[in-house]
């Protein structure tokens, strides 16, 4: 369909859910003139869609009383993007929704048209999206299914976590509250009752979890949007120099920094951003002599301290062969 046919079904849906618009309304909605309006309602009159007007200040266009709209009408566009939104929800979440997804695909294609079905073919077998896992999904899955049961009926999780900042898991009480997936893992985000605030932990790092009988109240104030939005501005921001005959490992990954500023010498100095130290110190090290870590301090000391520690492994590992 083209823009004027999508158009024509966007102006019934909002005539049919919110009926006396006036034209003004409907065309700044639309973005489009009152002209245009008004020729769109000539065009659904001679498509036997009826539409009426009523005066006054609170008057309007409205169809007509009784009218609905044919279910499951949409644009190309808009099949294939529900069709790729299955592919998405099976990818991310495994045997979790793996069934519903593909019976909600077969129940759609069923009722779209020829047209439409040979285009969502050529999209599922054109526009894949896969690889968003770091970790083992199959894995994964029953403590995910624990999780999104918990967070469904409010109830508490006892867990086992394994944080990067110990050595040994720490046994924690977890009112959950949501679930996420960025950078290729699973989060879990809730109120952890050991550190009495709302924290974020890392659902491959989860060795066991208990769903208790004790049900907790998600506070109301509770906006996962600005939590998460917080919680990438609280990042660490790292500064890098990549030297002149490495640029173009800048170049090639453009995407990935968030600025890059170019030097006369030729050298670069790129920033991004990190979770963790710890991730920000394998992301330099991934690139060796290449670049050096300019900020922030407690990345360089680490950065150091890993070298340190590596050319003594390494020089110990040499000096043992040597004396056999």
């Known amino acids: 369909m083209n823009n004027t046919a999508t158009r024509l079904i966007t102006l019934i849906f909002l005539l049919q859910n919110h009926p006396n618009q006036k034209a003004s309304e409907l065309a700044e909605k639309l973005g489009v003139s009152l002209r245009t309006i008004h020729r769109y309602f000539d065009m659904l009159e001679e498509m036997g869609i009826p539409i009426y007007a009523e005066r006054g200040p609170y008057g309007g266009f409205s169809l007509v009383r009784g009218y609905k709209m044919p279910p499951l009408v949409f644009t190309l566009e808009e099949a294939v993007s529900l069709v790729l939104g299955t592919g998405m929800v099976e990818e991310l979440w495994g045997e979790l929704y793996r069934e519903s997804a593909r019976g909600a695909l077969a129940k759609l294609e069923n009722l779209l048209p020829e047209e439409q079905v040979r285009e969502v073919a050529w999209a599922r077998g054109s526009l894949v999206a896969t690889g968003m896992h770091r970790s083992d999904l199959a894995a994964l899955t029953p403590t995910l299914e624990k999780l999104r049961r918990a967070i469904r009926e409010h109830r508490i999780a006892g867990m086992n976590y394994q944080s990067n900042q110990l050595p040994h898991p720490t046994q924690r009480k977890l009112d959950p509250y949501a679930l996420v997936h960025r950078w290729g893992w699973w989060y879990v985000i809730g109120f952890c009752h ?19 009988d004790a049900v907790f109240t998600t506070p109301a104030e509770f906006d996962l949007q600005a939590h998460l939005k917080n919680e990438l501005q609280a990042q660490i921001q790292v500064r890098l120099k990549v030297e002149a005959d490495s640029s173009h490992m800048v170049t090639g990954n453009h995407s990935y920094w968030e600025s890059i500023e170019e030097r006369s010498d030729g050298s670069m100095i790129v920033t991004f951003s990190a979770p963790t130290l710890e991730w920000a110190a394998s992301t330099v090290l991934a690139y060796g002599p290449a670049v050096e870590a300019l900020e922030p301090p407690e990345l360089r000391r680490m950065v150091a301290e890993w070298i340190e520690t590596m050319a003594m492994t390494y020089k110990s590992k040499k000096d043992i062969k040597n004396e056999r």
């Open 194 to 212: 050991l550190r009495k605030e709302i924290r974020t932990f890392r659902v491959d790092r989860i060795a066991e979890i208990i769903l208790s």
